[in-house]
Structure formats: C-alpha cells, structure tokens
C-alpha cells in the first residue's frame, strides 16, 4: 500500500500546475511571435531546415541586389552607346555633306571643324564614368583613363581585354561593361576583309570602290597597275588608239593577270576580291587592296578631318580627296557597325537581367513557402490549444484550492 502524505501530494498538485504554467505560456509566446521554434533543442531537423532556408533566401536577396547593379550600369553603358551612335551618323552625315564638289576648301574646313568637336565628345564618351567614379571602358582596370592622346597625335588604351561579371543567380555570372578595345578599338577598316588605296601619285580621275570579298578571298596585298604600253598591243600605234589596260599583281611581284581592258565602273575581279574602278586613271596610276587591320574610332576620325584639311591646288587632287573620303565613309560605317553590335549584346544581357530576376522572384517564393512551413505557427490550432490549456490551468487550480486545506490530522 502506498502512502502519500499530506506535503507530497501539495507538492505534486503545485508541479503539475507549474508544468502547466510552462506550456501555457509557451503556446503565449508562439501565439504572439508567430514562429513555432525559439531554440534548436525543441527540433533541431526543423531548426537546421529553417537556418539552411534562411541561407538561401539571404543568397537570393543578394543576387536581385546584383540584378539591380548589373541593370543600372548596362542601362548607362547603353545610354553612352546610343550617344556614340548618334554622333557617328552626324559625321557620316557631315561626310557625304563634304564628298561634293560644290564644296570649296573654306566649307570643308568649316565641317572638319564640327568633326573635331564630335571627336572630343567621343573621346569624353569613352572615357564615362559611373557612380563609383569607375570607368565603363577600361575592362578589369575600371580606376584606370582608358583612353588619351598620346604625343604623336594618336590615341592610346589604357585598360585591358577583361569583362567585369557578377553573379546573379547560383549558377550564372553576367559581364556588366565591354572592355574599350572591344567597343572602340577592334574595328577592321575597309569592308572588313580588305581595304582599297589610290595611289599618292596618281594622276588620273579614278576613284576606286571600297568592294566585297567572296568565298574564295586569298589575303594578301595586291596591285592594281595601270598600264598603256603592254606589250599585247602594237608599239607603232598611236598612244591614244592603244586602249587602257591593268595588271594585277601580288606583295611577291607575282603577276595574276595582265593586259586586261579597263572600262568605268566595270567589275575587277581576282582572288576573292570584287571592286570597280570609277573615271579614267593614266597610265602608271596604281591602286592597292590590301587585308583589313583594327582601326579605332578615333583614328578613323582624325583620317577625315586629315582629308577635310587637305589642300587642293589642281583640279586633279580632288580625286585624291573624293577616295579619302569614300574610305573614311566606309570605316565609318564599320565602327557604325561595330557600336551596334555591342548595343545588340547589351540589350541580350537586358533580357537576360529581367529573365533571371524572374526566375529569383519565383525562387524567392518557393524558399518563403517552404519556410513559412516549417517555421510558422498555424494559428487556428495554436488558439485552439491555447485555449485548451487555459482551462486545464484553471481547473487544476480549482481542484488544488479545494484540496489543500484537507489533512489526515483532522480526522484525529
């Protein structure tokens, strides 16, 4: 038989309403915080859960960060771009202006003037700067001028060939900037496979096409030569009943063709290269095609305000001017070319941008889901259960005011 005095039994019925008293007010705390765990030990599967959650929702938070960063220096990339544009279609504009022969020395000088000052304005462009005082231009060294002038009237790239890139999900990095030499460097001149040249002592009205290279282009650097005393051809005939004819040959002095009939505007076609000579060149008039090489913006710039500059005494030297200015034309719509390029893959890493803060959002909710399921407190049945334990509360201290007055001694 088990005895139970008087002092245990109080002390049991005060441990039982005390144990009560800690369950109730944790069902408190859980109803006022809204979370179901306040320390590790009272689940620590879910406490881990919610710790590795809270990881990766904190990663995704800071990779929309970086969307934003990312967005706000390509949108000022894009910004500077379209101004490049903008000014490159004025000088194209400027260009075709001065290519005529209603203009005198005085007017062109006029327009080479307004082309120096667009050329300062590209040269600013270039060198733009962010709201960290950090240039767009200079690839990995953004604390570096990427571009300036250098002594000899040229220019010069200061940064190097790196993209700067950030991560914006956990898989995926994005590049932020074009390095300069990509944007405003390495431009081909010409066409882009080659280039044509008039001869400095030319004397002749000819003017030669920028042309197209086909398939079978063998590059290499190749002479037009104009020739009226080729030996397929009578030497007692009168010089001006012996017709003009060309001769290509190559940087070996190899001859490709020879004897060939000119006529104005007629295609001259060998190794791939296709162009057309305009007016009447003389006799010994040479004209080069030669391999494309990178010739930045600025240069190609600074050509045409050379060109504009350029004295013509004789009638004769303003077809000299007319082929500087139809290769300074089409270096101009390559670097046309090339911005546009650049812009097209800044409006792609755009997309990209908007396509991936996409898919954070809808990570970002999936991650609050889950941990909204394991964290939070479902607040019907925590109500519920408190006001369950409340009344067990209240009735156990019912029972206990009823019951500790009662002893065995007073029965004695």
């Known amino acids: 038989m088990t ?25 408190q705390q859980q109803v006022a915080t809204g979370k179901k765990i306040f320390k590790p030990s009272e689940d620590p599967v879910a406490a881990s859960r919610v710790v590795n959650l809270n990881d990766t929702l904190s990663s995704i938070n800071q990779h929309q960060k970086n969307v934003d960063a990312a967005r706000a220096r390509i949108t000022l990339s894009e910004g500077v771009l379209s101004s490049v544009v903008e000014s490159i279609h004025r000088v194209r504009e400027l260009s075709i202006q001065a290519n005529n022969d209603s203009q005198n020395e005085s007017t062109r000088s ?7 000052q667009i050329q300062d304005a590209l040269l600013n462009l270039a060198n733009t700067t962010d709201s960290n005082n950090e240039y767009l231009y200079s690839g990995g060294l953004s604390r570096f001028k990427p571009f300036s002038r250098n002594e000899a009237g040229g220019f010069e790239y200061n940064g190097d ?15 932020v900037d074009d390095p300069g030499s990509a944007v405003f ?12 040249l008039d001869g400095v002592e030319n004397k002749g009205s000819g003017i030669i096409d920028p042309g197209r290279a086909s398939g079978n282009f063998v590059a290499d650097t190749y002479g037009i030569i104009f020739d009226q005393s080729f030996s397929g051809y009578a030497s007692d005939k009168n010089i001006n009943d012996i017709p003009l004819t060309y001769s290509v040959v190559d940087s070996k002095g190899r001859v490709l063709s020879a004897g060939i009939p000119f006529e104005s505007g007629k295609e001259i076609e060998f190794n791939g290269v296709h162009t057309s000579i305009k007016g009447i060149p003389e006799d010994g008039d040479i004209f080069v095609v030669r391999p494309s090489h990178n ?50 893959n800044i409006g792609a890493r755009l997309n990209a941008l908007d396509a991936q803060e996409t898919i954070n959002d809808a990570y970002r909710i999936q991650v609050r889901e889950i941990l909204s399921n394991v964290e939070d407190l479902d607040f019907a049945e925590a109500v519920s259960r408190l006001n369950l334990e409340l009344t067990g509360l209240e009735a156990s201290q019912k029972a206990f005011t009823r019951i500790q007055d009662i002893s065995l001694f007073n029965f004695l």
């Open 3 to 27: 005895r139970i005095s008087t002092t245990q039994m109080q002390q049991n019925a005060i441990n039982a309403m005390l144990k009560q008293h800690e369950t109730l007010n944790r069902t």
């Open 110 to 116: 006029f327009i080479a003037a307004e082309v120096e």
């Open 161 to 175: 060939e790196s993209h700067r890139e950030i991560q914006i999900s956990h898989s995926r990095r994005i590049a």
């Open 185 to 196: 460097l390495e431009i081909k001149n010409g066409n882009g496979i080659f280039t044509t």
């Open 295 to 344: 010739q930045d913006v600025f240069t190609t710039l600074q050509n045409l305000i050379r060109a504009l500059k350029s004295k013509a005494p004789e009638a004769n030297d303003n077809i000299g001017f007319h082929n500087a200015m139809n290769r300074a034309l089409t270096d101009l719509n390559r670097s046309l070319d090339n911005i546009l390029e650049v812009r097209g």
